[in-house]
């Protein structure tokens, strides 16, 4: 995966719509180089001061970029993200929500035929602080830089604990959101793989939830590879009814399966130490690292 180093150029998609602009804005303002945007039917306009094409391959040839935020609505992600990936983005963090499944796997099947990445659907997108890089819609205050990889399949817990370590003093290397849909462009296993190989981290904090199976498929891999880096791991849903989706498409507890107990164990079994509680994740953290 390629994250975008400082002053990188980077793509906004739908830049012209009410959330491209804001988070134009607030991505400017944080120190990310948004250089072009593109809307169909747009080119000739700027937002922000930055110039809108009718088509990504017309922003990538004019800006170079390699990074794409995409922020087009769901029906529309599909054609949208094939175009970013045709016209050589190689990594593209897809904002939206409500994204068919199998438009899903058909962008993660054309990403892997591209060796490119995707971060999301459903996601608020990744931010790397020493680079002041952030590639989404979280609250820059939350974050500082640090040798803490962050990952979680919540946006907003993943800005608590954020704050949490940030304000116990653990700044982070990098901080993704992956997303909280039962497809993920990029895996749980495949970012941890990711940060395990950042000469930047020294240890990373995992916020999961209820659904699904990718924490305990997480833990398997765990406990067969030969990890050096302290792991600390949250899952949110502990108290969550069963057969009633919380929040996102994949949190949801079908009778026995996906429960947060059955993701604690695993976890703890393969060695992670497991927070109760958000404001636990630093101590935890603190004993990983002795």
């Not at 971060?119 to 990744?126: A, K, L």
């Not at 700044?171 to 992956?178: E, H, L």
Request: proline content about 6%.
């Amino acid at each position: 995966m390629m994250l975008p180093k400082k002053g990188d150029a980077v793509l906004v998609q739908n830049i012209t719509g009410r959330y491209g602009r804001l988070h134009t804005k607030l991505m400017l303002d944080y120190g990310t180089n948004v250089a072009a945007g593109a809307t169909p039917g747009k080119g000739g306009q700027s937002v922000e001061g930055v110039p809108v094409y009718n088509t990504v391959a017309e922003a990538v040839q004019n800006s170079g970029a390699k990074a794409s935020v995409c922020f087009v609505p769901a029906e529309f992600t599909l054609s949208a993200g094939q175009e970013a990936l045709e016209a050589g983005i190689k990594l593209l963090v897809i904002i939206t929500e409500h994204v068919p499944v199998r438009d899903e796997l058909r962008l993660v099947q054309l990403a892997q035929a591209k060796g490119a990445a995707i971060i999301g659907p459903n996601c608020p997108g990744v931010i790397v602080p020493s680079e002041s890089v952030k590639l989404g819609i979280m609250p820059a205050p939350s974050y500082a830089p640090g040798d803490v990889a962050l990952y979680s399949r919540s946006g907003t817990l993943m800005y608590e604990i954020a704050g949490q370590l940030t304000s116990s003093g653990f700044g982070q290397s990098v901080a993704a959101g992956i997303g909280g849909d039962p497809i993920n462009g990029t895996t749980p296993i495949e970012w941890m793989d990711f940060v395990q190989g950042m000469d930047s981290t020294k240890a990373v904090v995992v916020v999961g939830e209820i659904g699904g199976d990718a924490e305990e498929r997480l833990a398997r891999h765990i406990q067969k590879s030969a990890y050096k880096k302290p792991i600390v791991a949250y899952i949110a849903g502990r108290h969550a009814p069963k057969e009633k989706k919380m929040g996102h498409a994949g949190a949801i507890i079908y009778g026995d399966y996906g429960t947060a107990d059955s993701k604690i164990r695993a976890l703890t079994a393969a060695g992670v130490k497991v927070a109760m509680t958000p404001t636990q994740v630093p101590s935890q953290l603190k004993d990983a690292l002795g």
